[in-house]
């Protein structure tokens, strides 16, 4: 089979970074990455890495990643799967390369005992909204992301 996943090593940071850059483009924010692949490489070394990353390669060709860490939740009281990023590169879509990811996402949380996967999607990426809505996934209607960082989070912390 041409398609493999596997979860992705330190050796892999230039990598996951070539894809972090293209979700970037893709999200019309290519000057958004900050980080590096040496700082993701060292994360990634560290004793409490603070994400993992699944690659898939398509006869041996980087297709496709998945950034995601753990995450709480209170309501549930047990541990969930934060998707932070899923790329697929352009030339590799329209393969099931992102149905894949999605399910070995799954598949490791179960695995984990993870009761609950999340992300977050542009409101006009409606290509993205059904891929997910095709795999069953549902909005949190009601629910808006909100994030606090830069200024006016050095600017929180001083209260």
Known sequence: MPLTIRLATPRDA???LGFIRGLAEYERQPDAVKVT????????????PPFESLLAEFDAEAAGC?????????????????LEDIFVREEYR?????????????????ERGWGH???????WNTSAQSFYRMHGAQPNDGWTLWRLDGDALARMARR
């Open 14 to 16: 230039d990598t996951i």
């Open 37 to 48: 692949a040496a700082q993701l490489r060292a994360q990634m070394e560290s004793a409490d």
């Open 66 to 82: 998945a950034v995601f860490f753990r995450n709480y939740s209170t309501w549930s009281g047990g541990p969930g799967l934060y």
């Open 94 to 110: 329209g393969r099931g390369i992102g149905s894949a990811l999605m399910a070995r996402l799954a598949q490791l949380a179960l």
């Open 117 to 123: 996967m999340s992300w977050a999607v542009l409101n």
